[in-house]
């Protein structure tokens, strides 16, 4: 779990800027399109899975308006994000550093084509369905700011699985079902997580130097900036990286 909560602080810096910005936006709104479609239901009391979406979405400062619009279009029958299906590829970045990469996609050939473009480019090697996620536990994950004892026994009573303690705050982790609830008894006890998602956490985490550290960052974010990239994972350990946002 080492470095995971600078990863995530990381992300949030990058995605600060406009452009980067309507991209997070844009990706949510299609997730939150394909999430009604598989759970047969664009009315989030019903499917769990558009539910946690729409949570994420708000806690990373997705315009309420935006995900209003579209839920209305979707239970209006619009059949928007029907293309759309979840493919997963693994991989290894340089220095045998583990990637996962989440996209969604109406196009297989094309996606796959990209990511294994960005992976050749940036020395990397893409697997077979199976090489590294097992080097993964799907998580629930808030970050809290600062790290109390009152706050470290809130998050135990309300259900966490696991507490990480740094200088700067509180790492929580919980059941992935469980998060969004969670985080909702942390804000009704007066304490305001500054992250809250569903993510991959990798078992065991790789450290390398700083030239090496920065040919994987470049490598991942490239990966992030296709257009049909959800979500990237790697085991990669920050704590000792200096990276600029």
Excluded: C
């Excluded at 047969?40 to 997705?62: C, F, H, T, W, Y």
């Excluded at 979707?74 to 220095?95: C, F, I, K, N, R």
């Amino acid at each position: 779990m080492a470095g995971h909560s600078k990863w995530a602080q990381i992300k949030r810096k990058k995605a600060a800027n406009d452009l980067k910005r309507g991209k997070v936006i844009s990706k949510y709104l299609r997730a939150i399109a394909a999430a009604a479609r598989a759970g047969g239901s664009a009315d989030p009391a019903a499917n769990v899975q558009l539910r946690n979406l729409i949570e994420a979405a708000k806690m990373d400062d997705v315009p309420n308006d935006n995900i209003e619009r579209l839920l209305k279009r979707l239970q209006g029958g619009d059949e928007e994000g029907s293309s759309y299906e979840e493919v997963v590829y693994e991989g290894y970045a340089p220095g045998g550093v583990a990637v996962l990469v989440y996209a969604l996609t109406d196009n297989r050939n094309r996606t796959a084509s990209e990511v294994r473009h960005v992976f050749s480019k940036h020395g990397g090697s893409l697997g077979a369905s199976g090489a590294v996620a097992w080097q993964f536990d799907r998580r629930g994950y808030i970050w809290l700011e600062p790290n109390t004892e009152a706050a470290q026994e809130a998050a135990i009573e309300l259900g966490a699985l696991d507490l990480q303690e740094s200088e700067e705050g509180l790492e929580i982790y919980t059941d992935p079902q469980e998060v969004y609830t969670i985080a909702g008894g942390l804000k009704e006890r007066g304490f305001k997580p500054e992250d809250v998602e569903i993510t991959m956490i990798p078992q065991n985490t790789m450290a390398l130097g700083q030239e090496d550290a920065e040919k994987v960052l470049r490598m991942i974010e490239a990966l992030e900036d296709l257009d049909d990239t959800q979500n990237v994972y790697s085991n990669l350990n920050l704590e000792n990286v200096t990276v600029e946002a």
